[in-house]
């Protein structure tokens, strides 16, 4: 799975920015891309890699969050993928909900 960009992000810091990263999951494992500062617009361009134990059973989770150096990161909107309804190789768009909490 490649995480590629989201666009348009909501401002979660007092800068008018985000600073956002996605951790993305499977059962239990969890892999994060790293943090674009100061932007509404990240372009990740990071790819993870998950062993699939069931493939009738294969969604990924997404949650993108705000990176804050002094209180906790916000969180910014999830989604979740069916690998099953997505090619390989193609790009599939997700809405990442509300925004900043």
């Not at 810091?13 to 932007?39: C, L, R, W």
């Not at 990161?73 to 900043?100: L, P, Q, T, W």
Request: aromatic share 10%.
């Amino acid at each position: 799975a490649r995480v590629n960009s989201w666009e348009e992000l909501e401002a979660c810091d007092i800068t008018g920015k985000s600073d956002p990263y996605v951790e993305a999951s499977y059962t239990s494992e969890q892999q994060k891309t790293n943090i674009q500062k100061s932007t509404l617009n990240p372009h990740w361009n990071e790819r993870f890699q998950f062993k699939f134990t069931d493939v009738q059973e294969s969604i990924v989770h997404l949650k993108v969050w705000d990176r804050d150096l002094m209180n906790k990161d916000d969180f910014m909107g999830e989604a979740k993928i069916n690998v099953m309804d997505a090619r390989y190789g193609s790009a599939y768009a997700v809405n990442i909900g509300d925004g900043c909490r």
